[in-house]
């Protein structure tokens, strides 16, 4: 995976993961939700 260019831009799982440090769920709790390129996910 590392050789291929479409994986070595990885800012999108870092913003993601920035929210759950913010709201301090490193256990990652549910319902999680955060925002990647304008769509909305969430796990509940």
Same mark, same amino acid.
């Given at each position: 995976? %590392?050789? #291929?260019? %479409?994986? /070595?831009?990885?800012?999108?799982?870092?913003? #993601?993961?920035?929210?759950?440090?913010? #709201?301090?769920?490193?256990?990652?709790?549910?319902?999680?939700?955060?925002?990647?390129? /304008?769509?909305?996910? #969430?796990? /509940?």
């Amino acid at each position: 995976m %590392k050789t #291929e260019s %479409k994986h /070595g831009d990885t800012f999108r799982i870092d913003d #993601e993961q920035r929210v759950f440090l913010r #709201e301090r769920n490193l256990a990652l709790r549910r319902p999680l939700a955060w925002h990647t390129y /304008g769509d909305r996910y #969430e796990i /509940g």
